[in-house]
């Protein structure tokens, strides 16, 4: 574990992100949770702290930049996040913006427990779909999903679950049918390799 909080913080402000002393703590309890109930359940492929900050905590900030950049009115809105795992990016989403309802959909029994627990722990009030998506029949403001499977696949998922926009986390490869057929803009993430495909489902009421 970080000996240190500082240690922990540091690795959120060389990426760009300030927390406050509760976000901080708030982290810190997930990485620990996460370490922990990792050597049961592998929830993550990571094992090493560092890595594990960086590829999920950091990484799932990199859609504030993003809906921040475009100008998303986020505050006070519902988001859900699609096949969510171990929280990615729906928790570290919750712990930074504070003012959003968030909801983590996730299908694995075991993953579900897991976010459940760690609500009780970070003391946070994010909700837990315990089901497949597809069955997921509520709407939200946004929807996003990270490392979630084949883009053709999930694209039309997402969009049925959303009133607004959509946010789809992906890594370096990108194929023009994401943005010439399905109609998806591209977000560049700066300082890295990887972007984030977004789309405007429904115009803002006039």
């Known amino acids: 574990m970080f000996s240190k909080g500082y240690e922990l913080e540091d690795l959120f402000l060389k990426a760009g992100f300030h927390l406050e002393p509760d976000q901080l703590e708030k982290f810190g309890l997930y990485l620990r949770e996460i370490v922990r109930w990792n050597r049961v359940h592998n929830l993550v492929g990571e094992t090493s702290e560092r890595d594990i900050v960086l590829r999920h905590f950091v990484d799932s900030l990199y859609l504030v930049r993003c809906i921040e950049d475009l100008g998303v009115d986020w505050r006070g809105k519902t988001l859900a996040d699609v096949g969510s795992g171990a929280g990615f990016p729906g928790v570290p ?45 509520e709407r939200f403001y946004i929807t996003v999903a990270r490392a979630l499977g084949k883009f053709e696949r999930i694209a039309p998922l997402l969009e049925n679950l959303s009133e607004r926009y959509v946010f789809v986390m992906k890594g370096s490869k990108l194929e023009e049918a994401w943005t010439e057929k399905l109609g998806y803009r591209v977000y560049r993430i700066a300082g890295t390799d990887s972007f984030i495909l977004w789309k405007e489902v429904s115009p803002p009421s006039r």
């Open 93 to 137: 989403l919750k712990i930074y913006l504070r003012d959003i309802k968030v909801t983590l959909i996730e299908s694995v029994a075991k993953r579900c427990s897991f976010l459940e627990f760690l609500k009780t722990k970070i003391d946070e009030d994010y909700r837990v779909i315990c089901e497949r998506a597809e069955r997921v029949e």
